[in-house]
């Protein structure tokens, strides 16, 4: 079972141009917290990112030993496209509908088992990611 | 010769530099170890460290680490022929920027992932973190100087550039607000931003927005520096927004961008069949900069970047599953960044043929080469364009609105890192007030390199470029030095054979304190008082890099002397691998 949790855009302080310029403090500082990726106005606190840490936890913990877990960034197409479509073709969806259903799923939050999404727009309680998730993994998987 | 056939030759080296050598580099130098339990998994905290599968990590590393920068160097290099260009960028890539990146994450990894300057000081020695600081400090001074001065001299060239980059800023908030306020899939909206960026290529085509005469009332000698003086204060500003609002979304645009300019680039050269009409070897000028030191600091990203040990010491590592993976992820990221310094070499030495000027006119002297390196390289990416049927003068604006997109992000995120880095010094100074206050860090982050982009070079723009770009290059391969060095200690230290790590390293420490003391008379010459005393800060930190190198290896030596019964020395031929590794493991951790 292959499991992704897309990684919401306000956890996230990756950007590109790291040949000369890139990266974040956690690449130069010795306290990088001290230096959260903003300017002086309204920020997301890196505290805020802490339900992505228990949803992902609650996952690793509560799923089986050879259940792939994984937090990928939305903006990561060149894994996400080709593993989607592959998970779904696996299903025995076509290839024009398994292409669309792998460009929609990437969502907010979103949580993808074996490339169907079983939750997006906004992060569940670790509890209920795990419920929707092992739902899904069951023989008669439901959509959430 | 086809351009083709010298992709092709490159790609089959660089596949056999990862079939082979990083092969040896993973079972023999770093000996990576599956079994080891990574900081991925030993502090998984789902925010930082998280353990990934190398696929998606790879995807990671390279949006990370590409940038603009591989494109000017080679752009300009190719001035000693396109033979010793590409020579240095596959050997560079192979034999060090793949030592270089792959061996950061492994070190990195294997001390709790901490980053490369805390590494520096815990490796080397306490005040080489210092160092450190003072060279990146250095880097990014240059690196923002530089670029704004690309971006000043694009502009110029190719006002149609002008609406879409400007438009661009306020279509990625838009877009990205729309994905964060749907918490819908980026794809298709990033998609969407690129085409209509492509639109306002065409707008901009037809309306070239050219600041002449505004340039002139405001008393400035050159229209290019008021634009350098617009990107300073538009990056002041972008470094203040929380990185969400604007870099990321935009970023969403740029990596369809860089993928875009790749395809357009080999297919446009499988398609059109461009000849090289650069020479291989080029009988460059009397007086010219020689090719021993300069072409190895004028490519700098491209072949090797130092910066690249920032991103895998500072986010890769703490993602890393498992060793294996670091092979993956690093040295084939390494061989991406190789991908863009070639595109840059076909583009000016074959691409470049269609602007119906001759080579040796556009390459007749080294100032001609460095102040048309970009231009050469969009005319070239244009040509390309062409080839698969996009009007010329639309091609070059889109050409041109890569690079512009890829340096501005450049500069937004030197700006930000610049900032950290006046901050991080501060702290050490004990200078609180700067240390806390955002605005002032921030401001000494804009003026520095303002200055030095319009200081020195008396509004000659080939000789400020060319002169400013060479000293980027060297404080470049001095970052990527330290952290040769770094690897290379921690070699030795494991009882390794180091010099996959210290030939790069010494190779690198020559040309460039060789280059940094032929400047240094020449500005003397000049009567460049802003850039002869630059050059002799970073020819201080180049000998004190190397001072503390040699004393961290002499100390590492001893070390390993003192600790091997006798007898017992180099009994496995020198790869170490006779040492009980359970022996090394506390070291290793950086205990």
């Known amino acids: 079972m292959r499991v992704l949790l897309i990684r919401p855009w306000d956890m996230s302080d990756g950007v590109g141009a790291g040949c000369c310029s890139g990266g974040s403090a956690k690449g130069l500082c010795i306290e990088p917290e001290h230096h959260p990726p903003r300017g002086g106005t309204r920020n997301i606190e890196r505290t805020g990112w802490a339900p992505l840490a228990e949803v992902y936890r609650a996952l690793r913990d509560g799923l089986p030993a050879d259940a792939e877990v994984e937090i990928v960034d939305p903006r990561n197409h060149s894994f996400l ?36 999404v079983v939750s997006s727009g906004e992060l569940p309680s670790r509890d209920e990611a795990l419920r929707v998730v092992r739902a899904a993994a069951a023989p008669d998987g439901e959509r959430v | 010769m086809p351009a083709v056939v010298v992709a092709v030759a490159v790609f089959a080296l660089f596949a056999l530099g990862f079939i082979y050598y990083s092969r040896y580099l993973a079972d023999k130098v770093y000996a990576l170890d599956p079994e080891r339990t990574t900081p991925a998994h030993e502090f998984a905290d789902g925010v930082d460290f998280v ?14 680490i590409a940038g603009a920068a591989p494109i000017v160097g080679p752009a300009i290099a190719v001035f000693w022929g396109w033979g010793p260009a590409l020579a240095w960028i596959v050997l560079g890539t192979i034999f060090a920027a793949g030592v270089h990146d792959f061996g950061a994450l492994v070190v990195s990894v294997r001390h709790k992932a901490r980053n490369i300057g805390t590494l520096t000081a815990d490796v080397i020695s306490k005040r080489s973190r210092v160092l450190f600081l003072c060279v990146i400090f250095f880097l990014l001074t240059l690196v923002n100087a530089v670029f704004a001065v690309v971006i000043g001299n694009l502009f110029v060239a190719n006002p149609g550039a002008v609406i879409p980059i400007f438009v661009e800023i306020p279509l990625a908030i838009a877009i990205g607000q729309y994905i964060y306020r749907t918490r819908s899939p980026a794809l298709v909206p990033s998609i969407v931003g690129v085409i209509l960026l492509y639109f306002l290529i065409w707008v901009g085509s037809e309306v070239p927005i050219e600041i002449d005469g505004l340039a002139d009332a405001l008393g400035f000698g050159q229209t290019r520096d008021l634009w350098v003086v617009i ?61 021993f030191p300069f072409l190895f600091i004028t490519i700098a990203c491209g072949a090797i970047s130092g910066f690249h040990s920032l991103v895998s010491s500072g986010t890769t590592s703490k993602q890393l599953a498992n060793e294996r993976d670091a092979r993956h992820v690093g040295y084939l990221g390494a061989l991406g960044e190789g991908s863009l310094a070639l595109a840059s070499v076909l583009a000016v030495s074959a691409g470049v043929a269609a602007t119906r000027v001759e080579w040796d006119e556009l390459y007749a002297t080294h100032a001609d080469a460095s102040g048309g390196a970009t231009g050469n390289f969009v005319n070239g990416i244009a040509q390309f364009a062409n080839n698969l049927g996009v009007e010329f003068q639309l091609a070059t604006v889109f050409a041109a609105v890569v690079v512009v997109s890829f340096a501005a992000t450049t500069m937004d995120t030197g700006i930000r890192l610049q900032r950290y880095i006046v901050q991080e010094i501060s702290t050490m100074l004990g200078w609180t007030r700067l240390a806390r206050s955002l605005t002032l860090a921030g401001l000494v982050a804009v003026v520095v390199p303002l200055a030095l982009a319009l200081v020195p070079g008396d509004g000659d723009a080939g000789y400020t470029f060319g002169t400013l ?110 040492v009980a590794e359970t022996e090394q493991r506390p070291r290793e951790d950086g205990q």
């Not at chain 1, 990437?106 to 993808?112: D, E, G, K, N, S």
């Not at chain 2, 090289?276 to 900069?289: F, K, Q």
Request: no cysteine; glycine share 6%; aromatic share 12%.
């Open chain 2, 231 to 291: 990107m300073f204060v538009y990056t002041f500003i972008a470094s203040r927004l929380p990185v969400w609002l604007l870099l990321q979304p935009r970023d969403y645009i740029n990596s369809h961008q860089l993928f875009i300019a790749l395809a357009v680039t080999f297919v446009g050269v499988l398609v059109g069949w461009d000849t090289m009409v650069a020479p291989a070897l080029n009988d460059v000028p009397d007086g010219s900069p020689s090719i």
């Open chain 1, 81 to 116: 496209l080709p593993v989607l479509v592959r998970d779904l073709r696996r299903r025995g969806i076509g290839w024009w509908s398994a292409l669309r259903a792998a460009i929609r799923a990437p969502a907010y939050a979103a949580i993808i088992v074996d490339g169907v």
């Open chain 2, 469 to 578: 770009w060479r000293l980027f290059g060297t404080t470049n391969q001095l970052t990527a030095g330290l952290a040769l060095a770094v690897i290379a200690v921690w070699v030795t230290r494991n009882r390794r054979n180091p010099l996959a790590a210290v030939i790069p390293l010494a190779f690198l420490l020559i040309m460039t304190s060789w280059a940094l003391f032929i400047q240094f008379f020449e500005f003397i010459d000049e009567g460049e008082w802003v850039l002869a005393p630059l050059d002799a800060i970073i020819f201080v930190l180049a000998v004190w890099l190397i001072v503390e190198a040699i004393g961290a290896m002499r100390r590492t030596v001893a070390e390993r002397r003192a600790a091997t019964p006798i007898g017992d020395a180099d009994s496995d031929g020198g790869t170490g691998q006779a």
């Open chain 2, 51 to 64: 353990p990934t599968n190398k696929h998606v990590l790879f995807g990671h590393h390279f949006t990370s």
